[in-house]
């Protein structure tokens, strides 16, 4: 019997769709074993659960706190001005994070499905399953793992999917933290405007 090999996820992109098209793995910050644990911090929140919608309320939750450290890191401010503003709502902030165009955009067109199937689900007291869900959101979800390269398995039940959508979201913001890190001190370091102001020297003699 031949065994065959897992299929690797898909995290990057290409560079014309965002400044990273790779995750930066660094040991001194976010190695292996701490970006495991991180991971594994985020997803104990949800991986037991059986009730679909606390699975989709929770899930939603992990993915916006995900979404909080990605903006916090690459603004300095966003923690003290944004983060508990309500109204700079979840959609916006998806959508600012998006906008950025730092990391692959399945993270958060992945994040906007958990967001929408939240919406249902919380605003709905007759929606109780994922069975109850219009079609066009069970596909969205599909879609979106798929983005992932994520082969869905026959007869996988929609609660695993979403929960495997909120970990791979999840993974993709997180794997990320380096790279925006490393952009924001580097940005404000004294080399940076020296780089800066030497592109705009040449610029000139060039005119």
């Known amino acids: 019997m031949v065994k065959r090999r897992p299929r690797i996820l898909n995290f990057g992109c290409d560079k014309s769709e965002a400044v990273f098209g790779s995750a930066i793995v660094d040991t001194r910050d976010l190695g292996l074993r701490k970006f495991q644990s991180y991971i594994s911090s985020y997803f104990k929140h949800v991986a037991d659960l059986k009730d679909d919608r606390l699975l989709v309320l929770t899930a939603d939750l992990v993915v916006e706190n995900a979404i909080d ?7 300095p401010s966003y923690e003290n001005q944004l983060s508990e503003n309500k109204e700079f709502t979840q959609y916006l902030k998806i959508e600012v994070a998006k906008a950025l165009k730092f990391s692959p955009s399945r993270f958060f067109e ?9 919406n ?4 709905n007291l007759d929606i109780k399953k994922f069975s109850q869900l219009e079609p066009k959101f069970l596909r969205q ?8 390269g994520h082969r869905i398995r026959v007869r996988e039940k929609t609660s695993q999917k979403f929960k495997n959508l909120t970990l791979f979201t999840t993974m993709g913001l997180t794997m990320y933290l380096t790279n ?8 404000r370091s004294e080399n940076f405007t020296n780089i800066m ?3 705009l020297q040449e610029d000139e003699k060039k005119k």
């Open 110 to 118: 992945s994040a906007n499905v958990i967001r929408q199937v939240r």
């Open 141 to 148: 979800i599909d879609e979106a793992l798929a983005s992932y």
């Open 197 to 199: 102001m030497k592109s």
């Open 69 to 75: 450290v990605y903006l916090s890191v690459i603004m």
């Open 180 to 187: 925006l890190r490393m952009l924001n001190s580097f940005l």
């Open 120 to 123: 249902i689900f919380a605003h």
